[in-house]
């Protein structure tokens, strides 16, 4: 996973590791996906993208 840094600084350092996410056309929504094992985490309900997570192609 991405580090958190300072307290103060509200930022995300670096990539979500052993994450990807992928588009759903089909609800036109972004799906979270382990790479270790090819399970489905989560869907974003608005219909972003994650942030910090690397897409698939």
């Known amino acids: 996973m ?5 307290p103060s ?7 979500v590791k052993k994450r990807s996410q992928v588009y759903n056309p ?3 929504k972004y799906v979270k996906r382990n ?3 090819g ?3 989560d869907i974003k309900s608005d219909g972003t993208k ?3 997570v690397r897409k698939e192609k």
């Open 9 to 15: 600084d509200n930022k995300r350092h670096g990539a």
């Open 35 to 37: 790479t270790e094992n």
């Open 39 to 41: 399970q489905f985490m």
């Open 2 to 6: 991405a580090t958190n840094g300072k």
């Open 50 to 52: 994650f942030k910090g």
């Open 26 to 28: 089909q609800n036109g």
